[in-house]
């Protein structure tokens, strides 16, 4: 079982900036992908970035060129530095990490981004 606890949610203003932490209980050198997804007011949980074990990136074109996601291997923890935030920014973001022989997915409990003035 993988734990997951995420943090670094809040109220900003738009055009701000935030960044979110998403630490494991295992290393996530064995992990296949760690990601972000989003659900806002009255809408799917979407994509919002992922990065492979391999440590390649890809992002969903709403935030390509303001977000950015990283890892830290010695703590364990995967980032999301989200820039220029605007107000249809405003979700539950939830950390995704697949680990695994058998590629099962784990969640965090989600962590709330409000962006308004």
């Known amino acids: 079982q993988v734990q997951l606890v995420e943090s670094g949610g809040g109220l900003v203003q738009p055009g701000g900036s935030l960044r979110l932490s998403c630490t494991t209980s295992v290393s996530i050198e064995g992990i296949n992908s760690m990601a972000w997804y989003r659900q806002g007011p009255g809408k799917q949980r979407e994509l919002v970035a992922r990065?492979?074990?391999?440590?390649?990136?890809n992002y969903t074109d709403f935030v390509k060129g303001r977000f950015t996601i990283s890892r830290d291997n010695a703590k364990n923890t995967v980032y999301l530095q989200m820039n220029s935030l605007r107000p249809e920014d405003t979700a539950v973001y939830y950390c995704?990490?697949?680990?695994?022989?058998?590629?099962?997915?784990?969640w965090g409990q989600g962590t709330r981004v409000t962006v308004s003035s």
């Open positions: 995704n990490v697949v680990f695994g022989p058998i590629f099962t997915t784990y």
């Open positions: 990065i492979t074990s391999g440590g390649s990136t």
